[in-house]
């Protein structure tokens, strides 16, 4: 599955996961007292024809707007409803929101009760380990959680007070999977197809979740989940399909957001996929200062082709 992340994995990302097979994937985190107040048009604009299943993750901390956002999001055509208790970000935690509701259970539970209640759809839940190594509760918040209506949930191998440091902690997720029986999801630090087995065989769960590995590289999750089934590892796709496919996703972004800002949001791609071939270097800074410093999509588009066509004749 493909992981939620604010400011990446928008519609056009989104739809290559997709292409490429990953298994679910997942909107950005919408919070709910904004979409039940109608401030949310743009969420009109992620669901793409044809993306099923159509996950909407949402965020909030009071059980009542949870509950209207929850209606508001099925009625936007959501097959499942994801509620996100995993993220660190301080404007959301302090706020009681995101990985902070893990510091209240009783108050998570009323969450999760209003959002199963307000709807028909599945609903899921995301979460970490625990707000900090002291307060693991993972385990107990999935068992209450189970026995609200929880259909799946998956367990970021981290504490809030982690942030994104250290190493995901894969053994732990064990735990949440020896204490509940809807399907639990493993996530962190999956960067390879190799990674996704070994973090399914270490936590036994039911599934895999790839955030930053897909950075640059939307097929990930899909060929990850091809080398579970088959154990057939396609690895990166060929460069010359790796050239279609930037090109095209930079064409999306300034479709999907105009092009003003889908100039500014396609950047960080930029970045990755050069990045991921050459490396973070000298010559792949110097690729991106002129993809950067231009306005011009014509220009970006051409530079980009041309950078893939340098790594084409190098390769051959
Ligand atoms: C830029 C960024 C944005 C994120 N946004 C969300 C979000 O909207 N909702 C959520 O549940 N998790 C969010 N996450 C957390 C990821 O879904 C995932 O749990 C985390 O990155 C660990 O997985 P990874 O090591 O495969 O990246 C975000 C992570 C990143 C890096």
């Given at each position: 599955m493909l992981a939620p992340m604010s400011g990446v994995t928008d519609l056009p990302f989104r739809k290559l996961a997709r292409r490429y097979d990953a298994g679910l994937v997942v909107s950005e985190m919408v919070a709910s007292r904004e979409l039940a107040h109608g401030r949310h048009a743009a969420l009109l604009r992620t669901r793409g024809k044809n993306q099923s299943p159509f996950v909407i993750q949402l965020s909030g901390r009071e059980a009542y707007w949870m509950g209207e956002g929850a209606k508001i999001a099925a009625d936007l055509g959501a097959h499942i409803i994801d509620i996100n208790m995993g993220c660190p970000a301080k404007k959301v935690t302090r706020g009681m929101s995101g990985s902070a509701l893990m510091r209240d259970e009783d108050h998570a539970l009323s969450l999760i009760e209003a959002v199963v209640k307000a709807v028909d759809v599945p609903v899921t839940l995301k979460m970490r380990m625990g707000w900090d190594h002291d307060s693991l509760n993972a385990p107990s918040l999935s068992i209450r959680a189970e026995s609200a209506g929880i259909r799946m949930i998956t367990i970021h191998g981290r504490t809030r007070c982690q942030?994104?440091?250290?190493?995901?902690?894969?053994?732990?997720i064990a735990k949440v999977k020896a204490a509940v029986k809807v399907p639990v999801i493993a996530n962190g630090d999956v960067r390879s197809a190799e990674d996704a087995n070994r973090i399914l065989r270490i936590s036994g769960a039911d599934g895999v979740m790839i955030g930053r590995?897909?950075?640059?590289?939307?097929?990930l999750p899909g060929h990850a989940g091809e080398f579970l089934r088959t154990g057939i590892d396609h690895g990166d796709i060929a460069l010359s399909e790796q050239k279609a496919l930037a090109l095209e996703h930079y064409e999306e972004m300034l479709l999907h957001y105009g092009q003003e800002t889908g100039l500014r949001v396609a950047r960080k791609h930029l970045g990755w996929y050069v990045g991921n071939i050459i490396g973070l270097n000298d010559r792949s800074r110097q690729w991106l200062a002129i993809l950067c410093r231009t306005d011009d999509p014509r220009q970006v588009k051409s530079t980009l082709a041309d950078f893939y066509d340098q790594q084409l004749d190098m390769a051959a």
């Open positions: 942030f994104f440091k250290g190493a995901a902690d894969w053994e732990f590995g897909a950075y640059g590289r939307p097929w």
